[in-house]
C-alpha cells in the first residue's frame, strides 16, 4: 500500500475509521480515495478525517425520506431489551464505550482495551450521542427496502380488490392474488436477503 496512490475501498464506516487513524499515524498523504456507499456519506468519518479525504470520489444511494416512527424506535432501546441480539450489544458498547453485563463481546473496535472499560450504567440514552444509527436519512438501502414492501403491499391490496373485466391484464384480466408466492424475507444481523417475487 505505500506505493498506491488511488484507493478503491469497500468496507464499513467502522472499519474505515481503524483504516484512516493508521494512514494518519503513518503520515501518508496524497491518496485519492474512491469510496463505496457503506462510508462514502458517513458524517463522522469526514468530521474526523476530512483533511485525508479531500477529493475522495464516492458511489451512494440518494438520502432517505424519512420513514415515520424509525427514529424514535431506534432510539427507544435500552440495555434491558438489547441483549436479546448479540448485534445490538456490540453496538451499544461500541456507542458508550461500556461493558454490559453478561455480553459476550471481548473485544473493542477502538484503541481501548474492552476489558478496561466500566460496566454500562443502564442510564445512556441513544438521544445523547449521534450514531449513523440512530441518523435514519443515512438509512439509504433500508428505505429502498421500506418503499419496496409498500410496492408490495399496494400491489397485493390492487390484486385483492380487482374487478373482473376491468383488470390491467390481456382483455382487462385481473391476476390470482391465490397463485402469489410470498417473499421468502429472512433477516441475518445487519442484512437482509430478499428472493424473488413470483406470481
Known amino acids: 500500500m505505500a506505493s498506491s496512490k488511488v484507493i478503491i475501498n469497500f ?3 467502522s472499519s474505515m475509521q481503524g483504516i484512516l487513524r493508521e494512514i494518519r499515524r503513518r503520515n501518508m498523504t496524497d491518496l485519492q480515495w474512491i469510496a463505496s456507499e457503506a462510508w462514502a ?9 476530512g483533511d485525508l479525504l479531500m477529493g475522495t470520489l464516492g458511489f451512494a444511494i440518494r438520502r432517505a425520506d424519512v420513514i415515520p416512527g424509525l427514529k424514535q424506535h431506534l432510539t ?6 438489547i441483549h436479546e441480539s448479540a448485534f445490538l450489544a456490540e453496538f451499544w458498547e461500541e456507542t458508550f464505550k461500556c461493558r454490559l453485563n453478561g455480553s459476550v463481546n471481548s473485544h473493542s473496535h477502538g484503541d ?3 476489558l478496561d472499560r ?5 442510564t445512556e440514552n441513544l438521544d445523547d450521542v449521534y450514531s449513523p444509527y440512530s ?3 443515512q438509512l439509504r438501502v433500508s428505505y429502498n ?3 419496496a414492501v409498500y410496492l408490495v403491499a399496494h400491489a397485493l391490496n390492487d ?3 380487482c374487478k373482473i373485466g376491468k383488470g390491467p391484464f390481456l382483455n382487462s384480466t385481473c391476476a390470482d392474488p391465490k397463485n402469489f408466492k410470498p417473499w421468502q424475507v429472512r433477516q441475518i444481523p445487519g442484512e437482509i436477503l430478499f428472493s424473488n417475487i413470483n406470481f
Open 11 to 13: 468496507s464499513s464506516e
Open 41 to 49: 456519506t458517513a458524517t463522522l468519518l469526514w468530521e474526523q478525517f
Open 76 to 81: 427507544s432501546l435500552s440495555p434491558s431489551n
Open 112 to 114: 481501548d482495551n474492552y
Open 118 to 122: 466500566l460496566p454500562c450504567k443502564g
Open 135 to 137: 441518523d435514519v436519512t
Open 145 to 147: 427496502v421500506y418503499k
Open 159 to 161: 390484486m385483492s380488490n
